[in-house]
């Protein structure tokens, strides 16, 4: 029935509201089937590569955005770990300043405290010298002025007659005390 | 001069005075020209030099001793110059003082003074000495000018220093 509508419906017109003529139908079906195969032919491939194409070039985006971003996490905990490091050497060299301003102190505090025994002990000695020096210049002098005077007496006669009297009757009688 | 040469001379010596009857004195008057001997550089080198002849030296011996001493002394002194011992002349006398004194059991005892001692003196000292060394000494006194002052005495071994060289040699010493 509806193709009897169709067939005795006007030629000019479109038997229905939605479907075209049979005639268009015949032809047009084949030749969009040709234009389809032709597309899918022709123009598939050059498509289809180009999608693959886009795909790798996206795909290469997408790997280099990860290289990157790993490189930069990279250079992230590199400057991270620089910036601990760069840390602990400051603390290290600070430790190390310190140690050796310790050293230094240390070491010149014993150096001073040696050098003033030293110089103590320098000092007593320089001192014990000098005084015996002192004292045996003082002895020398005193036993020069005693014998100059002891002689001096012996050359002026300081023993006289007397003198020698009572000498050996100190003898004589020391002499028999000693019995 | 050998010891038995000196010791041989002195025997001569001591037995010579002896038999003179004067050995005390002349044992004295040897022992003071010995010291007079030693300490006279003159002296010595008059009565040992061999260029003199022996009769000069004996010449000077009786010249010194002349009129100061016995004969016997002089003589004796002259004998041992005369026969060239003129240098062992002190070491003779020594011995026969030596000799004398143990003849008569006496030690000898060198008593050196800066002034001469009296008799007394002597005599106090010689029993002092006597009883400080326990034997009897025949006391041989020497005037020594050096001595200074005070006595040295000498005993055999024994020296009894009371001088007062001494002492100022142990002053300066000690200064």
Known sequence: MRLASLLGADPARSIHWLWPELKEIIWGVPASLVIFFALYKFGGPPAKKAMAARTERIRQQLDGAAAAKAQAETEAVDIRRAAGDIGAERVRLLAEADEQAANLLSEGRARLEAELVELDARADAEMASSSARAGDELRAEISRLANAATDRLLADGALDDAGQQDLIESFIQKVGANA | ?175
């Open chain 2, 1 to 175: 001069m050998s010891d038995a040469r000196i010791e041989g001379y002195a025997r001569a010596l001591f037995e010579v005075a002896r038999a003179e009857g004067t050995l005390d004195e002349v044992e004295d008057e040897l022992f003071r020209f010995a010291r007079s001997y030693e300490s006279s550089d003159a002296l010595r080198s008059a009565l040992t030099d061999e260029m003199v002849p022996a009769g000069k030296r004996q010449a000077i011996v009786e010249d010194l001793l002349g009129g100061k001493a016995t004969s016997t002394t002089t003589q004796l002194v002259s004998m041992v110059v005369g026969s060239g011992r003129g240098r062992d002349l002190p070491a003779i006398i020594d011995q026969l003082v030596a000799r004398a004194s143990s003849a008569k059991n006496l030690a000898v005892a060198e008593v050196r003074s800066a002034v001469p001692l009296t008799a007394d003196q002597q005599a106090r000292l010689a029993a002092a000495l006597a009883n400080a060394t326990g034997q009897q000494v025949n006391l041989k006194t020497i005037v020594d000018p050096s001595v200074i002052g005070g006595i040295v005495a000498t005993v055999g071994d024994t020296v009894i220093d009371g001088s007062v060289r001494t002492r100022v040699e142990q002053l300066k010493s000690r200064l």
